[in-house]
């Protein structure tokens, strides 16, 4: 099993920055390909951002493309998820997962419970 914890999230005026955190426990997370997705209120959960588990691949949303950066710190057991320019619709409760050794858009097994995010204009 593996035990995922965000945090970060919170009100920001339109433009701001916000920087998520989601903190792993339990198996070996440089095994684990990380992905944050979000859900806005009346809206399906959707694809935010990916970091591969072995070579340093990425891929984001075209919604967030040059806006967002997801990054991790292996030592730390701990990926982030920098958004930038944030607008309205960015407004949702993000969620991060993760997904054994899979591909950037591979199943994810294990979520978190995710952390609010609100952007007001």
């Known amino acids: 099993q593996v035990q995922l914890v965000e945090s970060g999230g919170g009100l920001v005026q339109a433009g701001g920055s916000l920087r998520l955190s989601c903190a792993a426990s339990?198996?070996?997370?440089?095994?684990?390909?990380m992905g944050w997705f979000r859900q806005a209120p009346g809206k399906e959960r959707e694809f935010v951002a990916a970091?591969?588990?072995?070579?340093?691949?990425?891929v984001y949303a075209d919604s967030v493309k040059g806006r967002a950066t997801i990054s991790r710190d292996n030592a730390k057991n701990t990926v982030y998820l920098q958004m930038n320019s944030l607008k309205p619709e960015d407004t949702a409760v993000y969620y991060c997962?993760?997904?054994?050794?899979?591909?950037?858009?591979?199943?994810?097994?294990?979520w978190g419970q995710g952390t609010q995010v609100t952007v007001s204009s």
């Open positions: 997962a993760a997904s054994y050794r899979s591909s950037l858009k591979g199943k994810y097994d294990y």
């Open positions: 339990g198996r070996t997370f440089s095994d684990y390909t």
């Open positions: 970091l591969s588990w072995s070579v340093i691949a990425t």
